[in-house]
């Protein structure tokens, strides 16, 4: 007679062996929770979800531990300035110019073929006192090699632009994830109550191709969400109509305030209302503040002429403005700003560094743009002192082909291996950490990811990557996600 149980469905039916496997399991369940509760299990790091004030959101609020810096400035190089032409340099690419790349037959990357190896199309020389090499694409920047800690061997998950930039600024490719800024804000608050707490600048010519995915809140609270704005178009609907005295206005404003405070009194667990009484606080404070911050007539002609806010260049005296309007940002304590460099409004590489069919013409209009705002927003942050609580990250959302695409003269994505680097506040001065192959392709020294990017800015800041969390659909959420080491080698 043909067996209707196999062996292991009579082992289920065996009582004895069932309620000892129960008593087993419920006592290594009960064990493994108490160790939890005192944190004496090696890996576990209970989550850290900040306590907000619902009535002072921007409130600050302590850090992890003792930090190395206050604020962050990212800029952000929108279509993936080339690794190559700019800040790795390698000499064996150099010498086999115009050749195939060794075991590269038939290698297809985002547009299609590659073609032979092409050196760098702008020449590396030494800089500085540290003799680290750096070409001649942005000579003003070159000049402060010194102050730099280089990452080249960092890498990305796409090869895409849009998931490439939000995987950059959100720790992930797919939309619908808060971006770094925010995730600070929603920390660590900000000391400066007259400004937002993080503060997004879009290039001149537009918005980068994720555009608002950059500083979007997604699942955090919208309070926490970036504020977009730049020197040329200042915050909107900031400003009362002129058919509004002041006196008027300032009545409106103070009736509505006692109004919400007595629904909030009857309602003291509305945070939606709290947090909305906030925010027109900080829009009140801010028709004062932002017209000020956005005001550079206490600037000196010097200053002026240093960020090349009077060149005849309309796009790079635009970036110079907005180059200084960071520098005053940070000045007031703003607590993350993220200044942008190229558009994709205008199409493939005319706004931006995305170089695929003519490099070296396309990067020619975009250096200038770039190189000596940038020089001089860096130095003019040294010579304030603003470097010592300041971090400064330089990043794009990969990197680019030591090849040129066939039957072409630009370069094709490139994630496997790119460079970003860090300057001020927690790091290094003129190092340089990580490499890639002898051709630039592919990281292969110290490989980094921007989940150890974003890890160590956090560190920098004082908060555990690993446990600054948020309660979202049943998931504990992390700007890291499950992934992410401190890169400690780059830190002082």
Not at 374 to 386: C, F, H, T, V
Request: hydrophobic fraction near 40%; proline fraction near 6%; glycine fraction near 8%.
């Amino acid at each position: 007679m043909k067996e209707l149980l196999s062996p292991i469905g009579r082992a289920l039916l065996d009582r004895r062996a069932f309620l000892g496997n129960t008593i087993g399991g419920l006592g290594s369940i009960a064990l493994t929770s108490l160790l939890a509760e005192q944190q004496l299990l090696a890996h576990e790091k209970t989550p850290i979800r900040p306590i907000v004030d619902p009535s002072q959101p921007m409130a600050p609020r302590a850090p992890h531990f003792e930090p190395k810096a206050k604020r962050v400035l990212m800029i952000f190089c929108s279509g993936a300035i080339s690794h190559l032409d700019s800040f790795d340099f390698k000499p064996e690419l150099i010498k086999r110019h115009d050749t195939p790349m060794p075991g590269a037959e038939g290698l297809l990357t985002f547009q299609g073929e590659s073609g032979n190896l092409i050196k760098p199309l702008w020449e590396f020389k030494p800089r500085g006192e540290s003799g680290k090499m750096v070409s001649d694409l942005l000579p003003h920047v070159a000049e402060l090699a010194d102050e730099m800690c280089f990452i080249h061997s960092m890498t990305a998950k796409s090869n895409t632009h849009g998931p490439g930039e939000n995987q950059m600024s959100t720790g992930y490719t797919l939309d619908g994830f808060p971006g770094i800024g925010c995730w600070v804000s929603y920390a660590l608050g900000t000391e400066c109550q007259d400004l937002p707490a993080f503060v997004a600048i879009p290039d001149p010519r537009g918005v980068p191709q994720s555009a608002t995915n950059h500083w979007n809140s997604a699942f955090l609270p919208a309070v926490f969400q970036g504020t977009p704005f730049n020197a040329d178009k200042p915050i909107p609907n900031l400003l009362k109509p002129s058919s509004i005295s002041n006196d008027s206005e300032r009545a409106t404003r103070d009736f509505l305030k006692m109004l919400n405070e007595r629904h909030l009194e009857r309602h003291p667990g509305d945070t939606d209302l709290a947090a909305r009484i906030a925010s027109y606080e900080l829009a009140a404070r801010l028709q004062i503040k932002a017209s000020e911050i956005s005001n550079f007539a206490g600037e000196s002609k010097a200053t002026l002429d240093r960020y090349a806010i009077n060149d005849t260049n309309a796009n790079k005296a635009g970036f110079g403005r907005n180059c200084l309007l960071a520098r005053r940002l940070i000045e007031q304590g703003v607590r993350f700003v993220q200044l942008f460099n190229g558009s994709y409004a205008m199409g493939e590489g005319v706004g931006n560094w995305d170089g695929h069919k003519t490099l070296v013409s396309q990067y020619s209009v975009h250096a200038p743009i770039l190189d000596q705002p940038l020089a001089a927003l860096l130095a003019d942050m040294k010579e304030r002192g603003l470097l010592e609580d300041t971090l400064i990250a330089f990043v794009t959302e990969f990197g680019r082909m030591p090849t040129f695409q066939k039957g072409a003269s630009g370069r094709d994505h490139n994630p496997k291996g790119f460079t970003v680097w860090l300057a001020g506040a927690g790091v290094k001065r003129a190092f340089s950490y990580g490499a890639t192959d002898e051709f630039g392709y592919q990281a292969v020294e110290n490989v980094t990811t921007i989940y150890d990017l974003h890890a160590t800015i956090l560190h920098l800041l004082g908060l555990d990557h690993e446990r600054l969390s948020f309660y979202h659909n049943g998931i504990e959420r992390r700007l890291t996600d499950v992934h992410g080491h401190v890169i400690k080698d780059v830190l002082v």
